[in-house]
């Protein structure tokens, strides 16, 4: 005996937008220099269909202190540096849209 199946429901759906592994890696990277100096304790990594996102968090509790998105290729394949609600850098390679990370920290006193 035969079911009718309708094929819509066996079609792969589409992939989610993830970083490569040399993107993850570089990512890493510079995360584990900045744990290193005591600046970024943990990070999570989002997935989606329109962009894949690292998050950076002072601490497990806070809001991520940096988001470093990956947008989807039809939108232009750029990336993107964001703090809080404040885009810090937009690029369409990743290494230049890390600069952002090299510039010096300066002591600000008042």
Do not use: C
């Amino acid at each position: 005996m035969s079911a009718v199946v309708r094929i819509k429901d066996f079609r792969r759906r589409a992939p989610y937008l993830h970083f490569t592994r040399a993107e993850l890696n570089r990512l890493l990277g510079l995360y584990a220099s900045r744990v290193i100096r005591g600046e970024w304790r943990d990070y999570a990594i989002n997935l989606g269909p329109d962009a894949a996102s690292f998050m950076v968090f002072a601490s497990s509790q806070e809001q991520p202190q940096f988001v470093i998105s990956k947008q989807e290729k039809a939108k232009g394949g750029r990336y993107v540096v964001s703090s809080r609600a404040l885009k810090l850098k937009q690029s369409a390679d990743l290494e230049d849209a890390l600069t952002v990370f090299d510039r010096p920290i300066k002591l600000v006193s008042g």
